[in-house]
């Protein structure tokens, strides 16, 4: 990744990279006193469009993240959204995007507590077009690890200091040869994977853990529970999952912004179904890039555009003065001049 290049938004202003820095004794650094979201923004080439995925969706959590950890008023989710969107534009991004929004405390002190301590927000985002690959089917294993517990570090918050329980999780998987982890609960019920939600199907009814596990209420969870009932007709039963449900699951499928839609190919060893991609994967899969990438439109599920339309910016340049439309006419033309050189 190249960093250099990167404008990022950081207390109030779009700065080079390299110009935002922080101080050895930041609180969050030490304590893990942050919370963050990670979005995506997905480059559709014939549309040389570039759409953000449910940016008010993360920035409406990100508040809620921020409302746990005591933190000073966060700016609207509209006016974030706003501010991503020029982000990408002053970045010129031109393929899929991750976009790290995170606010921490940002005092250079030493009292372990949340309140009186000053924070900041920034926005980074950068240009990864394959951000996870999972075209592969996933291999996973049962952690041995617990999901910390709503009462100790609430899951539903995306705060910094608790993701140390998804990377205990995440390397001991792959240490031990997987490729991720599905984490139970102190009480033993299925709780989420690493970083993603978890759906099973058998005989036709999906089955995901309720919001009381101990999970990350999930955006793309969401737009999955909405895609099994609505687009294909299943019945979605969410309730407590056993552990032993996993291994007789026809399907395994695992959402999250990182890693899109990802089917398993099998858990502890057993192979999941035939092991081969299922039907309800292999079509959630087809409508989730469908959405993300601007093609497929769901009522309340924002794939927001971040460049002007053509037809948009030919309204611009007419509503310009005489003049200046026509050096604008001329600047285009010579940009695709230039885009068409080999
Ligand atoms: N669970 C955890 C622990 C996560 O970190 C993530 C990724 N944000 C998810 C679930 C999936 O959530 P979302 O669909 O909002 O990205």
Same mark, same amino acid.
């Given at each position: 990744?190249?960093?250099?290049?990167?404008?990022?938004?950081?207390?109030?202003?779009? +700065?080079?990279?390299?110009?935002?820095?922080?101080?050895?004794?930041?609180?969050?650094?030490?304590?893990?006193?942050?919370?963050?979201? *990670?979005?995506? &923004?997905?480059?559709?080439?014939?549309?040389?469009?570039?759409?953000?995925?449910?940016?008010?969706?993360?920035?409406?959590?990100?508040?809620?993240?921020?409302?746990?950890?005591?933190?000073?008023?966060v700016p609207s989710p509209q006016r974030l959204s706003e501010v991503t969107a020029e982000l990408c534009r002053r970045n010129g991004f031109r393929s899929d995007v991750y976009i790290r929004p995170f606010i921490f405390k940002s005092d250079e002190t030493f009292g372990i507590r949340l309140d009186g301590i000053g924070d900041d927000l920034a926005i980074v985002a950068f240009s990864n077009d394959r951000y996870f690959d999972n075209d592969d089917g996933q291999r996973l294993c049962v952690s041995s690890w617990r999901r910390i517990d709503d009462n100790a570090v609430p899951a539903r918050a995306k705060v910094t200091g608790s993701y140390v329980n998804v990377a205990l999780a995440k390397s001991e998987a792959r240490l031990n040869g997987f490729d991720d982890a599905i984490v139970l609960g102190e009480d033993g019920h299925i709780s989420e994977a690493s970083a993603a939600n978890a759906f099973l199907v058998r005989d036709g009814v999906v089955t995901t853990p309720g919001v009381s596990q101990n999970l990350l209420e999930g955006i793309t969870r969401a737009l999955i529970a909405r895609l099994i009932s609505q687009e294909l007709g299943l019945t979605l039963d969410e309730r407590q999952v056993d552990r032993s449900e996993l291994y007789g699951?026809?399907?395994?499928?695992?959402?999250?912004?990182? +890693?899109?839609?990802?089917?398993?190919k099998s858990i502890d060893h057993?192979? +999941?179904?035939?092991?081969?991609?299922?039907?309800? &994967?292999?079509?959630?899969?087809?409508?989730?890039?469908?959405?993300?990438? *601007?093609?497929?439109?769901?009522?309340?599920?924002?794939?927001?555009? +971040?460049?002007?339309?053509?037809?948009?910016?030919?309204?611009?340049?007419?509503?310009?003065?005489?003049?200046?439309?026509?050096?604008?006419?001329?600047?285009?033309?010579e940009a695709e001049h230039e885009a068409a050189r080999p």
């Open positions: 990744m190249q960093l250099d290049d990167l404008i990022v938004y950081f207390r109030g202003e779009f +700065v080079p990279y390299g110009s935002a820095k922080l101080g050895l004794l930041t609180h969050a650094l030490q304590y893990g006193t942050g919370c963050f979201e *990670g979005i995506r &923004a997905f480059w559709n080439a014939d549309a040389e469009q570039l759409y953000v995925f449910e940016p008010l969706a993360h920035y409406r959590r990100l508040r809620r993240s921020a409302g746990v950890l005591l933190m000073s008023p699951a026809d399907e395994i499928v695992l959402c999250g912004t990182g +890693v899109g839609v990802a089917w398993v057993r192979p +999941v179904g035939d092991g081969r991609l299922g039907p309800v &994967a292999s079509r959630l899969r087809t409508l989730y890039d469908d959405i993300t990438r *601007g093609r497929l439109t769901i009522p309340g599920v924002e794939a927001r555009a +971040v460049y002007p339309s053509a037809a948009q910016l030919a309204q611009r340049v007419a509503q310009l003065p005489h003049a200046d439309a026509n050096f604008a006419r001329g600047r285009y033309a």
